[in-house]
């Protein structure tokens, strides 16, 4: 078992004043918590010398790590690097290596190749390069009194780069005796609480090597089993044993026994029956279209997505009946039974789904209120089920829910479970 401690300091203005959201510490954070390394401490500090001298100072005396991101980049308010070669007492010597992969991505990009530029192939020779093969900006590994301090670029996909081929590898070597293995179980359809209940008795059997977390997202909750031990042959034996438990025991709501989003279940189910889906979408304005071809390989079994926002693209690219329209309104389950034959016909699918809704915040229409969503999910030999939602929260979210529980009623309808 890791007792090592962690820190993060992350760098810049831009954080201080709320421009900038700090995702670094959170991904770093997931990333080290799945094998088992704490990270005790998060700070945040502007690009100030004093700040993040300090910062330093007081991290260093708290955690055997301090892992930075920020301030590594080309301008002259990016002060991290000439910092940390003096608080280590280092010299910045050009790194050849560093320096040919910035000229190969100026030479490729056609861009100018600037005095500025030159200067980030500098590193401390005190430290280890952490090569950045998305940037400009290497990452640097100080070992400094039994202590390693890491700095890596702001750029959120730079830093992770980083970490997934330089730094995680390298603290799995140094810090991780004992094997780590996660399983999962994912649900949709019910809230944790729920979920804590029914399970109760099992969470508690749990012996002290393994934990279970409760992951929430919009309309799913993800189980994770976390187990530790010195022989991962008889842990993945005793994982899989609990992750049968839990998947019995919670069999109406599981979705998954390995962590992926539910348009993933939904695509190995349709590649497997060898058959095709699309989507006439109103109110999540092609958000299933877009997470569903998210997947690699989409064209297998996605046609495509109407996004027939306006009452005419509903008449006259999907055939909604004006009179339908007239008698019923937009937002009914007999315009979304005839916006999904629309989208059969049209995109010439296997199954489809419909989705008309009003989602907020205000509603120029007496008759529904705000946060109603009819779905119509159908296949080609004319077998349609309809259902009416209700969602409660902002704009954003109740689209976030509402294309969950359209992509958890395709997966029940293909189930032929709904
Ligand atoms: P820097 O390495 O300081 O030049 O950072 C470059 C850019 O990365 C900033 O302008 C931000 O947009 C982004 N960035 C910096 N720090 C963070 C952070 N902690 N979380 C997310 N994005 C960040
Ligand atoms: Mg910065």
């Not at 005396?61 to 280590?88: H, M, N, Q, R, W």
């Not at 109103?282 to 109407?306: E, K, M």
């Not at 509603?363 to 159908?378: F, K, P």
């Amino acid at each position: 078992m890791s007792n090592i401690k962690v820190s993060i300091i992350t760098i810049g203005d831009e954080l201080l004043i709320g421009q900038t959201i700090d995702t670094n510490s959170a991904w770093i954070a997931q990333k080290l918590n799945a094998l088992g390394i704490d990270v005790i401490r998060r700070v945040a500090v502007g690009d100030d010398k004093l700040a993040i001298t300090s910062a330093l100072d007081e991290e260093l005396s708290k955690s055997a790590i301090v892992l930075i991101t920020g301030g590594l980049g080309p301008t002259a308010d990016d002060i991290t690097k000439p910092l940390l070669c003096e608080y280590f007492g280092g010299k910045l010597v050009v790194d050849e290596i560093v320096l040919a992969h910035i000229v190969d991505i100026f030479t490729r990009r056609n861009r100018p190749f600037l005095d500025r530029n030159m200067k980030q192939a500098e590193l401390p020779d005190n430290c280890t390069v952490l090569f950045n093969k998305m940037g400009t900006a290497p990452g640097m590994w100080f070992d400094k009194d039994g202590k390693i301090i890491i700095a890596m670029p702001g750029v959120p996909f730079e830093m992770m780069s980083i970490m997934e081929d330089e730094v995680l590898p390298r603290f799995e070597k140094q810090f991780i005796s004992d094997a780590l293995l996660h399983y999962s179980v994912i649900t949709a359809g019910e809230g944790e609480s729920f979920i804590a209940e029914k399970i109760q008795d099992i969470e508690e059997s749990l012996p002290v090597h393994i934990k279970l977390a409760y992951l929430p997202g919009a309309g799913n909750v993800k189980l994770r089993l976390t187990g530790r031990g010195k022989d991962p042959l008889a842990l993945s034996v005793e994982l899989d044993k609990y992750q049968k438990q839990l998947a019995e025991r919670l069999r109406n709501i599981v979705v998954a026994l390995e962590d992926i989003p539910m348009e993933q279940v939904i695509a190995k189910i349709l590649l497997e029956k060898n058959a095709s889906i699309g989507f006439a979408e109103s109110c999540t304005g092609g958000n299933l279209g877009h997470l569903i071809t998210q997947i690699p390989g989409a064209t297998d079994f996605f046609c495509g997505s109407i996004v027939s926002y306006r009452e005419e693209i509903k008449k006259n690219v999907l055939g909604v009946k004006q009179e339908t329209l007239d008698n019923n309104g937009v937002i009914s389950e007999q315009t979304a039974i005839e916006m999904v034959q629309g989208a059969i016909r049209v995109l010439n699918c296997d199954y489809a789904l419909s989705v008309t809704g009003l989602l907020g915040p205000a509603s120029d229409d007496d008759e529904v209120e705000v946060g109603t969503v009819w779905m119509a999910v159908a296949d080609k030999a004319g077998t349609i089920k309809t259902k009416k939602f209700r969602f409660y929260y902002d704009r954003l979210r109740n689209k976030e829910m509402a294309v969950q529980a359209a992509f958890r009623m395709i997966h029940k309808f293909l189930l032929g479970d709904l």
